[in-house]
């Protein structure tokens, strides 16, 4: 019965995407936790990124919210309810907006305009890990009754660290890794071909 | 997306993450600097202070606050002049006018309080960080010319 179902195409279609939001999440757990020692450098922010930029605002969002349901629940660092929800919408952030851009950008060709996009999303990946920070702060700041300008001004350096992060991963390694995905993936991206 | 072949307007993309990233330091220090400034400012002592021209005329600045002396002198609204010798800090050479001489062998010297009497200041008075309730008397000392020896106040 199983295999009947998984025969019909749009079955398919919803199981290989299944597949793909399993590996994406599995991707980002295995980076972050190799990461766990350096702090404020994560690949995870530029993978879903990429996820919604190829596969589109939705499993971009739902990767977000899936890795940090596995890694805030097991984390090293200890677990808040308060901060988990928080880190769990707003990386979602990372695979909306890597969506919304993925479809304005659906006619460009990427080899053909390099320089031009990695300064896109070098700048993307900035804007967007400083809005991350701006509402992981806040929700810090709301958690542990500290003063929000207080937590958001001591949170400066550290989101300068990873916004500066992120910018040379989104800058250099958005483009081959969309490359490649989509490569790979072709039969599912509908509207980049 | 006509702008991706656009220098400027990437350009302008850079200018502006760079903007922000700069903003954002500059509110960091700006926060550092008045938070650690009002720290200081709580943490000055409060001190009475008295300057003694040697001449009879003496002047007590009771309830100067300041961290270092020299802090106290300027808060007291002396007129210091005072060469700097680096790390080993400031040597007074007039205070509001009166001037060190040679010739007379006056110098500017600086003596605290003890139970046993006036103490010879033990280092430059920039160096010096005061306590609270402390007594320190600027004196225009007579010092001997062959032994060095400094006349405390009386």
Known sequence: MLISWMDYPSNMFESRKASLIAVTVAACLGSNYALIGVANFKVMDLLVFVSGFVFGPMIGASVGILVWTVYGLLNPYGFVPQIWIATMLSESIYGVAGGLLGKSLSAVRLPSNRAGLSILFGATGFLLTLTYDLVTNIAFALTFNVPIIAALIAGIPFAIIHGASNTVLFGICSIPLITVLERSYRGMISWRF | ?154
């Open chain 2, 1 to 154: 997306m006509a702008f991706l072949k656009n220098k400027w307007a990437l350009a302008a993309i850079c200018i502006l993450c760079w903007a922000i990233a700069a903003s954002l330091l500059l509110g960091y220090y700006y926060y550092q600097y008045t938070d650690l400034t009002s720290r200081l400012e709580r943490s000055k002592a409060i001190i009475n202070l008295g300057i003694d021209y040697g001449n009879g005329t003496r002047i007590w600045f009771n309830g100067t606050r300041g961290l270092t002396l020299y802090d106290a002198m300027l808060e007291a609204g002396w007129k210091v002049d005072a060469e700097s010798y680096g790390t080993m800090g400031l040597y007074v050479k007039a205070i509001n006018g009166v001037e060190q001489s040679i010739e007379q062998s006056r110098y500017w010297t600086w003596w605290m309080w003890t139970s046993l009497g006036w103490a010879h200041g033990g280092s430059a008075c920039d160096k010096y960080v005061l306590s609270n309730g402390e007594t320190i008397l600027w004196y225009y000392s007579y010092a001997d010319p062959k032994t060095f020896e400094i006349t405390p106040p009386p």
